[in-house]
Structures are given as C-alpha cells and as structure tokens.
C-alpha cells in the first residue's frame, strides 16, 4: 500500500530542502546538486526482498510530538524509504564497490583458490602413472637366423615391450602373429613367447634392420635405418635364406636410398615380389634372396584397410606354403 501523496510532499520538502535558501535550485530535478549522495549513503546493500518487504508494509503515521531522538530517527528512516521505496532510483555500482563488496569477490579466498606458486608447484609434482619410455638402450631380443631358412622376416626395430620381453611383436595391438596365421605361414596363431620356436617349426626366422628399441617406428632417423642397411646385407649374404620378407614400406625405403642414393617415387614402389636386380645378399656364387615387401603390422598405422593388408600378406603365405609343400616339409607342432 503506498503512502498518502500529502505525506509524499512532506518528505520530498523535508529531504530535499536546500542548505543554503540563497541559492535557486529545481528541487524536482537537481535535488540542490545532492542526488548523488542518496547513492552512496550506505555501504551496505539492502536485500531486494527486504526493501519490497519494507514497501509493502501498511504506513504507519508517526506521532505528531515527537522528541529530538525521534525526529532524528523518523528523518533518517524517512530519507531510506523515499531514496529506495518511493524514488526506486537503481543503485550504480562504482569499480570501489564492485571490487570489495561483490559476492564473488567475498567468495573467492585463498582458503578456496590456490595460489599461483601452489599451481606451479602442482604442475612440478611427478604423476603417479607409469608411461611408458620413449627408447631403451637395452634389448632382449636375439636374431632367429639360422642357415638355408625358407623365410627371414625383417623389422624395422624392436618395440619397448619386444626389447623388454625378448619376444618379436610382443605388444597386443600388433597384427603380425594374427597375419602369419591367416595367410598360412603358421599353422596356428602363435604367441609371441613362441618367437624362437619358428625356425623348427616352420623353417622362418626374425631379424630388425636397427636393433634400438623405440616406441614407435617413426622415431628412429634416416641416418639409423641407412646404417643398417648393409648390416642386413651381410646377415643375408651369410645365411642365405630362401627370401626374404620386408615388414615394412620403410625398409624397403631405406635400402633403395642407399643403394640409388636417392628416395624412392611413389610410381616406383609396389608391394610384394620385388625384381630380381633388388636381390638382399648378393655375393659371389650366389645370387642372393629374393625381396618380398609386406605390409607394416602395427596397430598405429592406419594407411591402409585391414582386407588390403591381408592381400598382400595373403600372396607371401601362398609363396612359404607352394615351398613347404615342394620340399615335403610339415609344421611339426
């Protein structure tokens, strides 16, 4: 209920009267020059549901004798309720107010929010989780090459968890025991645990043109894989298996680099059986070991779909069968 306008004018002459009669002001308007002061009278701001509470509540005429202290105090509720509830002048928030009485200034504490040196020193904090190495300098791997095999299957370098278990292919995600078995070069899909196994059992073997184990292929430089070309060359030449199988277009890369001193185009690779003249291993009195380029078996590598993979693995298993079965040799499992 709003108060009766008579009472209305009273407050307006009470608040707004000038202190100095002398000068002319529009009260109405101006206020005598003190608006601004009805905005910044109080520190603290009223709960909007108090001052509608304080609005709504019935008018009360004061006594028409009050004393000093009354008058005093009736003045000063009276200037609240016409600043808030009659003139509802919105109240501006100046950069002092915003920075020391906002809620989220009062709620943010040092006690809430940490500091800049306790997030430095949190970021310093070594995780608890394992990750895995980048390298290791040490390999438990041994080459599986003994003399007049049907097959060597070359690497590219042993992975963290091949140089750490001694076992070619250890890590779950890579395909080449699956693709040995689908293409019919083993008769079962082995685990990596059988690596040394394969000679006896099926007349193939296992080497890695770089013997630095990494976590992923990619790293290794240029200058790695060229070195271990002609080490390659030289297993082969001593052995002198019947082929030899490039598990991965990067071997094959390399060794065209050292032997043409140039990178090989892309019109001139080709996976598969390679010419005759790219024999590994040529020495005199023999003529070395036909190449056959297969596809990289790593979960990572994703240039290719699983059924192209396959068909490239699938044409070297029919090859290692048609020799098995020409030299009356059966898988003894």
């Not at 976590?215 to 080490?231: T, Y």
């Not at 297993?235 to 680099?257: D, F, H, T, Y």
């Not at 185009?265 to 059986?273: C, V």
Request: hydrophobic fraction near 30%; aromatic fraction near 6%.
């Amino acid at each position: 209920m709003s108060p009766p306008a008579s009472i209305v004018e009273e407050l307006h002459e009470t608040i707004l009267a000038p202190e100095d009669e002398d000068v002319p002001v529009n009260k109405r308007t101006s206020f005598n020059g003190r608006l601004n002061q009805y905005f910044h009278t109080s520190k603290k701001i009223p709960n909007p549901s108090i001052v509608q509470d304080t609005s709504k509540r019935k008018w009360k005429p004061e006594s028409t004798t009050p004393s000093s202290n009354d008058e005093d105090t009736g003045s000063k509720q009276r200037q609240k309720l016409v600043s808030t509830s009659i003139l509802n002048i919105p109240r501006r928030i100046t950069r002092s107010h915003s920075a020391s009485s906002s809620p989220s200034s009062l709620s943010s504490s040092p006690a809430t929010e940490p500091s800049t040196a306790d997030r430095s020193r949190a970021r310093r904090q070594p995780s608890s989780r394992k990750s895995t190495p980048a390298s290791s300098p040490v390999s438990l791997l041994r080459d599986t090459i003994p003399p007049n095999l049907t097959l060597l299957l070359v690497g590219v370098n042993p992975g963290i968890m091949t140089g750490a278990t001694g076992y070619v292919y250890a890590h779950p995600s890579n395909l080449y025991w699956k693709f040995l078995h689908s293409s019919g070069i083993t008769a079962i899909q082995h685990a990596p645990s059988d690596t040394y196994r394969l000679p006896e059992l099926y007349n193939i073997g296992n080497t890695n043109i770089v013997e630095r184990p990494t976590r992923d292929a990619s790293m290794l430089s240029k200058a790695e894989m060229d070195g271990g070309v002609p080490v390659l060359e030289k297993k082969v030449a001593m052995q002198r298996p019947e082929a030899v199988c490039l598990v991965g277009k990067s071997i094959w890369e390399a060794i065209w680099r050292v032997r043409k001193g140039r990178a090989i185009r892309k019109e001139e690779f080709r996976y598969g059986w390679q010419d005759e003249s790219e024999n590994i291993g040529r020495c005199e009195g023999w003529n070395g070991a036909p190449v056959f380029v297969a596809t990289t078996t790593s979960g990572l590598a994703a240039g290719m779909s699983m059924a192209e993979k396959k068909c490239v693995w699938n044409e070297l298993g029919e090859w290692v069968v048609s020799r098995r079965e020409a030299s009356n040799r059966i898988p003894s499992m």
